[in-house]
């Protein structure tokens, strides 16, 4: 069970004092210097004697060789505990190195079949209110220029701290895009082939404290970014159930082709999806049957507060007008190259069978086609 940590000072110091800590590696960007628990840190050894050990190199898109050279540090300093203060980048480079830590350096981990469970205890600052990566066991690194999907629940940190000020000066569009993710979390996971009455309650949760904080978490309230931040971290944990599906597989080209914050593109294709999926549910993937899909639709509709399926599909794309985002335009090359792009592997979570066709058909949805020059 995961801890949740007080932010005050005060809890921090016994947190740490009772999980033994004597020198922690803390992962954390530039831009934790400037929050409160960037300076809470920096006196930390001052008032307990816990040294601190900072590890910045890593990029938005973090490298293997960047996660190698955390772990090293983390072992020539004799590191005991592992912290990170950030978003997904942070997260991510700080999952992987907790995982690493501990296992045979002979060869290369990523190539090693299978992660070996440590005891490490790990704490998880949030400053987006976005991907819920506190929440899972997924950690995203790039080997050899190739992203890689590293998975397993050793990861997921052991404690973590919800600190709503670490999201007020946060860009507009940044704070839009983390939000979409957030709530794409949750959509993709109500309706995954491998939700559960767990995860479906969860993404509920998530779903209706979205809506109902949107508004706060915008105009920047204290409350509203508290919410948002609880609200993340509930799409975090759904989804670390059931995985993400076609929504999060058709976006990653979206997001390194047109520079779009990944929430901005992960909400482009599900609102192309969700009206697909309402008016083709004869084509069930889903073991459980069409009945049942069509039967999760109408329970999704109910928690997003409509009267049909066809009417949360709507309200999706309507929320997503409202935040004022701007749409890319695409050739029929790109139409061509984004269609084959897509990773099969997650489409096998898709509760509605696509097909290459189908794919295509709905990245021309999704953007403005442009004639080709």
């Not at 400037?34 to 190199?57: A, M, P, Q």
């Not at 309650?201 to 105009?219: G, N, T, V």
């Not at 007008?321 to 897509?342: N, Q, Y």
């Amino acid at each position: 069970m995961q801890k949740i940590i007080d932010k005050s000072p005060e809890a921090l110091d016994a947190y740490f004092k009772e999980a033994g800590a004597e020198k922690i590696l803390l992962v954390g960007g530039k831009s934790m210097d400037r929050l409160e628990i960037g300076g809470y840190f920096r006196s930390l050894e001052e008032r307990t004697g816990i040294k601190i050990v900072r590890f910045s190199d890593f990029t938005p898109n973090p490298d293997y060789t960047s996660v190698l050279a955390g772990v090293k540090l983390y072992k020539d300093e004799g590191c005991d505990m592992v912290a990170a203060v950030g978003g997904g980048s942070a997260m991510d480079t700080a999952k992987c190195i907790k995982m690493y830590a501990t296992m045979d350096d002979s060869t290369e981990f990523i190539s090693q079949k299978m992660i070996v469970p440590n005891n490490i205890e790990f704490l998880a600052v949030p400053t987006t209110a976005g991907t819920g990566s506190e929440a899972t066991r997924y950690a995203i690194i790039y080997y050899n220029g190739n992203k890689v999907s590293v998975t397993d629940y050793s990861c997921i940190p052991t404690a973590v701290v919800f600190d709503p000020d670490t999201l007020s000066g946060l860009p507009v569009y940044h704070k839009k895009a983390a939000m979409l993710d957030a709530l794409c979390h949750a959509v993709e996971s109500y309706w995954s082939v491998h939700s559960t009455d767990e995860s479906k309650d969860l993404a509920e949760q998530a779903i209706r404290l979205l809506f109902a904080s949107c508004k706060a978490y915008l105009d920047n309230t204290e409350q509203g970014r508290a919410d948002m931040l609880r609200a993340a971290n509930l799409a975090g944990q759904a989804i670390n159930i059931t995985a993400t599906t076609a929504g999060h597989a058709m976006c990653y080209k979206l997001t390194t082709h047109y520079g779009l914050a990944h929430g901005h593109a992960a909400a482009l294709c599900v609102r192309a999806l969700f009206p697909f999926m309402v008016e083709n549910t004869a084509l069930c993937a889903d073991s459980r049957g069409q009945s049942y899909l069509e039967k999760t639709f109408d329970d999704l509709a109910e928690v997003m507060g409509c009267h049909s399926p066809a009417a949360a599909a709507e309200k999706f794309s309507a929320f997503y007008d409202s935040l004022g985002l701007d749409t890319p335009k695409a050739t029929e090359e790109e139409l061509e190259m984004l269609s084959g792009s897509v990773n099969t592997e997650r489409l096998k979570n898709h509760p509605i069978e696509l097909t290459k066709e189908s794919i295509y058909s709905l990245y021309k949805n999704i953007l403005c086609t442009i004639h080709n020059s």
